[in-house]
């Protein structure tokens, strides 16, 4: 079992950045993919960003330009840069994993995802 814990979120206003982390700990395995999802007030948990265990990254076209997700699997964690950031990003953030690779289609399915952190809440103020 592996567990997430992402940090990193906060307070910040339109145009600035911010970056997420996610750490991964206990049975942790290099060959997973990884991805970003976010869930604002009402809303459905969407994706964001993924990076397989390949190395190829995805992005939600609403922020492709924006945010960066990147890997370091010699410390487990990946990360979110998110620059340029705009009052519609504000969400709650959540990693995700798999073992194993994913496709363009399915690492933007959260249904592919077995571990899950708890989020940290990204605020934006106009």
């Known amino acids: 079992q592996v567990q997430l814990e992402e940090s990193g979120g906060g307070l910040v206003q339109a145009g600035g950045s911010l970056r997420l982390s996610c750490a991964a700990s206990?049975?942790?395995?290099?060959?997973?993919?990884v991805a970003w999802f976010r869930q604002a007030p009402g809303k459905e948990r969407a994706f964001v960003a993924a990076?397989?265990?390949?190395?190829?990254?995805y992005y939600a076209d609403s922020v492709k330009g924006r945010f960066t997700i990147s890997r370091e699997n010699a410390r487990d964690t990946v990360s979110l840069q998110m620059n340029n950031l705009k009052p519609e990003d504000m969400a709650v953030y959540f990693c995700a994993a798999v073992v194993g690779a994913c496709t363009g289609t399915s690492c933007r399915d959260r249904r592919l995802y077995r571990n899950w952190g708890q989020g940290t809440q990204v605020t934006v103020s106009s």
């Open positions: 206990g049975r942790t395995h290099p060959y997973v993919s």
């Open positions: 990076t397989t265990r390949n190395g190829v990254v």
